[in-house]
């Protein structure tokens, strides 16, 4: 017997916000922005308004469980009632992981999805907090979507709600809201059962039970309920092994990054000489990943690589890949291997949602970013357990050490010596000042003798997806060198305040020179370039990054 909350549908005037331009991944805000009055009905109002069809249809709606993602829920499915949704799948207490969406979605053939996250930013009164919308594919919705919803929410004068009851999160099943069916669902059964399907749990297992030794730190985040089912229910993993996994709304205080500096503790763990052979990590929404093997460090660019070299050992991927994606800062180390392998490569602007038609048309079965994000073409979002699982069954197969696998690896195709300089929370205007003066520059740049070589080519980044014809400007400088070295400067389309400059520096070694090296050395030339290039210290007041990855 359903519940049933009877409710009346409402049309409430409103003004427009000037700021509701979604950036990379969806539109990312102060909570405090997000609690103001009408804020989140106009852009949720704004998306319906944008999209056709779906009259009687499923949306599927859920977040990392960040402050503030509950009452965002009950908004939202007012709201989604009001316009005509038939139902809304809703994960246990309004969480489900990005992925999961992106499965849900895909599984029960939903119209779309809302994804209520700010991923690795920090959460809490005073923190972030983001909506992005997710279409039938799973996906991100793609630019030419997003920017017509940033044009909808600029003149918009009225949205639609219900003025009746909140709908109760906690209990599993069926509940009526207005005309609309709201199901809420278990969170984590449909992603575990997903992911035994593609790895090899059996072989996970008798390894985990063989001594291997793993540690995952889940964040206080929203992965700590699958990374419960799955490690430790289904692999065997100890439960202690599994660390900060259950979910608060300020993740603990912490800042959800799964990074070197801010999972600093789980990263120290595995560089210590007598730490577990692989520790792992993943970020507020569960999309990014973080690997360390027993003193190794796995870049997310070589972690990238590395799976599209050993992809074929898990069940999953046993047949190969079909081509490979990363975005354009990410480093060219899986090129190599797309090379060797004669995989077709795609590189596309920052942001999953440029893989999506490409996983959708079957042209990439693997993508990844710099940014800690890598995935496959099981969901249209980035998967961090998926890479985790990964790593673990490549680890399974191989019986080698992380070390042992990334040493081989680079023995064969080279190492791209990678890092990425954030410098956050400076002032935009600087930042936009700096970007216009380098493209003004670029021209005069090539031929130039540096430190870090000769100036190859310098150009602003551009895509043209050839497979719904559009194409997206402005996506980052690149300055390349002769010597295959290369800096990128992009600013960030996800902080909350003021602009964070990007700057990715690349250089690389050939398999027969010096792999071993420290990276900070092997880069010290392309950084001291980076800076004098772009006067960053004399536009932004900064002569260091506060951010290093
Ligand atoms: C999002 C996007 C990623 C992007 C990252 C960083 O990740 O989904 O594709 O690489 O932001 O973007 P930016 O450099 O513009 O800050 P997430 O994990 O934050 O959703």
């Known amino acids: 017997m359903k519940a049933c909350l009877m409710a009346n549908v409402l049309t409430i005037s409103t003004s427009a916000f000037d700021d509701q331009k979604p950036g990379t991944s969806g539109l990312r805000k102060k909570v405090t922005r997000f609690q103001e009055d009408h804020y989140l009905e106009n852009f949720v109002q704004s998306v319906f308004a944008c999209l056709d069809g779906f009259a009687g249809k499923t949306l599927v709606v859920g977040g990392d469980g960040r402050f503030h993602n509950d009452v965002a829920i009950q908004t939202i499915l007012k709201v989604a009632a009001a316009n005509g949704f038939g139902r809304a799948l809703v994960g246990l207490g309004g969480i489900l992981s990005t992925p999961a969406v992106s499965h849900l979605i895909r599984k029960t053939e939903s119209f779309g999805g809302i994804i209520l996250s700010a991923s690795h930013n920090p959460g809490g009164p005073d923190g972030d907090f983001g909506i992005k919308y997710n279409t039938a594919n799973g996906g991100p919705a793609t630019e030419v979507l997003t920017d017509r919803f940033y044009e909808y ?3 918009i004068t009225s949205y639609k709600t219900l003025d009746g009851l909140d709908v109760d999160l906690e209990q599993l099943g069926t509940q009526r809201l207005g005309s609309m069916d709201v199901e809420i669902v278990d969170p984590v059964e449909d992603y575990a059962e997903l ?4 790895f090899d749990f059996g072989a996970i297992r008798t390894f985990v039970k063989s001594g291997f030794k793993f540690k995952f730190d889940a964040m206080h985040a929203v992965t700590g309920p699958y990374a419960k089912e799955i490690f430790t229910k289904r692999l065997g993993v100890p439960a202690s092994d599994v660390l900060n996994a259950s979910p608060k709304s300020d993740f603990g205080g912490g800042h959800p990054d799964p990074n070197p500096i801010h ?7 595995a560089m210590s000489g007598d730490g577990p052979d692989l520790c792992a990590a993943s970020d507020g929404d569960g ?8 003193k190794c460090f796995v870049a997310p660019s070589d972690s990238l690589a590395a799976i599209a070299a ?11 890949l079909k081509g490979v994606g990363r975005s354009m800062p990410t480093s060219g180390a899986v090129d190599k291997v797309a090379e060797a392998k004669g995989l077709p490569l795609y590189e596309t602007p920052t942001g999953w949602k440029f893989f999506g038609n490409l996983l959708d048309s079957g042209d990439i079965t693997l993508c990844g970013e710099e940014s800690a994000g890598t995935g496959s073409d099981h969901v249209r979002e980035k998967d961090g357990l998926w890479a985790v699982l990964m790593w673990l069954n490549i680890l399974a197969a191989r019986k080698q050490s992380v070390a042992e696998i990334m040493m081989d690896h680079w023995s064969i195709y080279g190492r791209n010596y990678y890092a990425r300089h954030d410098y956050e929370e400076v002032d935009a205007a600087a930042a936009k000042e700096l970007m216009a003066a380098l493209e003004t520059g670029l021209g005069s740049l090539v ?5 870090a070589g000769i100036v190859k080519t310098a150009d602003v980044f551009s895509y043209y997806d050839s497979i719904d014809e559009s ?21 960030s389309g996800t902080g909350t305040v003021g602009a964070t400059l990007r700057v990715y520096l690349e250089r690389y070694e050939p398999a027969e020179g010096d792999l071993a090296q420290d990276t900070s050395e092997a880069i010290a030339d392309l950084v001291s370039v980076s800076k004098s290039l772009a006067s960053i210290d004399r536009f932004t007041g900064r002569s260091e990054p506060n951010v290093i990855t």
């Open 287 to 294: 999309d990014r990943n973080l690997i360390v093997g027993r």
């Open 471 to 491: 194409f997206t400007d402005n996506q980052g400088i690149r300055i390349l060198f002769e010597n295959g070295s290369r800096i990128v400067y992009r600013l």
């Open 447 to 451: 031929g130039q003798e540096t430190a």
């Open 310 to 320: 050993n992809a074929h050992l898990t069940p999953g991927y046993g047949n190969g």
């Open 263 to 269: 999972a600093q503790k789980i990263f120290d763990m």
């Open 153 to 155: 929410s600029r003149t």
């Open 195 to 198: 992911m035994e399907t593609l």
